[in-house]
């Protein structure tokens, strides 16, 4: 089975619906066709906010004879599927992971691979096709999905207002239904699957930048919790697009050797002092509270200094400073405000370090409306240059 990926652009002068037609032809080999010709139909899409985009689709699938054992192996980012007729039904194999080897020898099985996981991405009214607008990409926590983690920090609003093209992409379940994202080694790939979040996240980025205008110099994820350790990881191997990431409950490697940024980027860290699920302190998830499924035995990740102070010494950033007291009100848990910045004073382009401690603020606190447009606004203010 192939799939035959035909990107559809946008150009921002729709005028009404359109149509296209992909017809097969001049067969050989002796195969046989069932549908050979379909009908595409476009939509006029002015006034839609919402696209869906999904990256490139070539999976690559191959099925040899090793040993007895049939070994399938694949790429792109997608999951395996079997039925015993070419129509289906498809049951999923989650646990599959390539190479894939399958005992049974039955010429009545098939295999495909799904296409990887589409995404709605949101695009503000100002948007003309032709200029460059920043893309902010939000990464949910352990167990949680996209349209929970908007419902939490509430971004939507703000690319509107700001003018940015900005989605919330779904992880994938591991064995137990639990969405996660195979961030560091700490976090929270707990049944060692192997998923390549980073090529995904990656090509996603790719085809956003086909289909839209997008300003590759303003590129920016957020991250609670897991999505933000998951920041940490693009940031760590895909320097080169990324210009900042900011990550609110989330560490990157506790082994400065794990991360090798081609360059430097923009970091934001923002962390409670009473976070009881990820310290502000240092340690590494245990089997109680939201990362229930974790081993006993998993690696630790660095505290919150620590982890900016990793970066510091990788973006070449120097001199840190710390205010005097809190300057801004971050949660509506703690009265007042509640958040002290400590920023590296001399820091090269592309390359600022900043952390916001939340004094008394939990792992998931209750985010005040100044939360998002700090955020957002600090990260539009960070392009790579």
């Known amino acids: 089975m192939k799939t035959i990926p035909i990107p559809i652009l946008w150009n921002g002068s729709v005028s009404n619906n359109t149509s296209f037609t992909v017809t097969l032809s001049n ?6 066709l069932g549908r050979a010709s379909t009908t595409v139909n476009i939509l006029d899409a002015r006034g839609l906010t919402s696209r ?18 049939n070994l399938l192996t694949w790429a792109g980012g997608g999951q395996l599927q079997r039925a015993d007729r070419p129509t289906g039904p498809w049951q999923m194999l989650m646990n599959a992971t390539s190479p894939y080897a399958v005992q049974s020898a039955l010429p009545t099985t098939f295999y495909r691979v799904t296409r990887p996981r589409p995404v709605n991405l949101y695009v503000p009214s100002s948007y003309d096709g032709q200029t460059p607008l920043p893309l902010v990409i939000l990464l949910h926590g352990y167990g949680f999905n996209g349209v929970a983690q908007e419902n939490y920090m509430q971004f939507r609003p703000l690319a509107e207002a700001r003018g940015f093209l900005y989605c919330y992409p779904e992880s994938t379940p591991d064995s137990t239904g639990t969405e996660f994202w195979n961030a560091t080694d700490s976090c929270c790939d707990f049944f060692n699957t192997g998923t390549d979040d980073a090529g995904y996240l990656r090509a996603l980025i790719d085809e956003i930048g086909r289909q839209f205008a997008m300003d590759r110099k303003r590129i920016h994820l957020i991250g609670w919790s897991n999505g933000g350790f998951m920041a940490y990881r693009m940031a760590c191997q895909s320097a080169d697009i990324i210009a900042g990431i900011a990550s609110l409950a989330g560490m990157t490697f506790l082994d400065p050797g794990r991360c090798a940024p081609s360059e430097p980027v923009n970091i ?10 990820v310290p502000y302190a240092g340690g590494a998830l245990t ?3 939201q990362a229930a499924q974790a081993p006993a035995n998993m690696p630790a990740y660095p505290s919150a200094l620590q982890t900016v102070q990793y970066w510091a010494g990788y973006n070449g950033a120097r001199d840190p400073v710390t205010d005097p007291g809190p300057s801004m009100d971050l949660t509506a848990d703690v009265p007042g405000l509640d958040t002290v910045i400590t920023r590296y004073a001399n820091s090269p382009p592309s390359g600022a370090v900043e952390l916001w401690t939340i004094n008394g603020g939990s792992h998931g606190p209750a985010l005040s409306s100044e939360f998002a447009p700090r955020v957002v606004d600090w990260l539009l203010a960070h392009p790579k240059r």
């Open 27 to 32: 067969l050989s080999g002796g195969a046989t």
């Open 52 to 69: 869906t985009v999904a990256p490139e689709f070539d999976t690559a699938l191959t099925i040899r004879r090793e040993e007895g054992v």
């Open 268 to 277: 934001l860290h923002i962390h409670g002092t009473t976070d009881a699920n």
């Open 287 to 289: 089997t109680t509270g």
